[in-house]
């Protein structure tokens, strides 16, 4: 089974993967919108950094979780 559909499948079945999945969406759209301004503020390029931290801890999280359900399922 490939990542993708074990995603899809953990998006149903495990909130905190939904959850983080929609954080790490909403990040995105966050950081989005500071990349479209074309100068940053000394502030604005911290928060900026500390959001795209955020982000990947969220995504690294996910990736666990696939991980988790993979050997559960003997899915290697």
Same mark, same amino acid.
């Given at each position: 089974?490939?990542?993708? !559909?074990i995603?899809?499948i953990?998006?149903?079945?495990?909130?905190?993967?939904?959850?983080?999945?929609?954080?790490?969406?909403?990040?995105?759209g966050?950081?989005?919108?500071?990349?479209?301004?074309?100068?940053?503020?000394?502030?604005?390029?911290?928060?900026? /950094?500390?959001?795209?931290?955020?982000?990947?801890? /969220?995504?690294d999280?996910?990736? !666990?979780i696939?991980?988790?359900? /993979?050997?559960?399922?003997?899915?290697?």
């Amino acid at each position: 089974m490939k990542e993708q !559909e074990i995603a899809e499948i953990l998006l149903k079945e495990n909130e905190e993967y939904k959850k983080l999945g929609e954080e790490h969406k909403s990040l995105e759209g966050v950081l989005a919108e500071i990349d479209k301004k074309v100068y940053l503020t000394p502030e604005e390029e911290v928060e900026r /950094k500390r959001i795209q931290k955020l982000k990947l801890v /969220k995504k690294d999280r996910m990736a !666990e979780i696939i991980r988790e359900y /993979k050997k559960s399922h003997s899915l290697n």
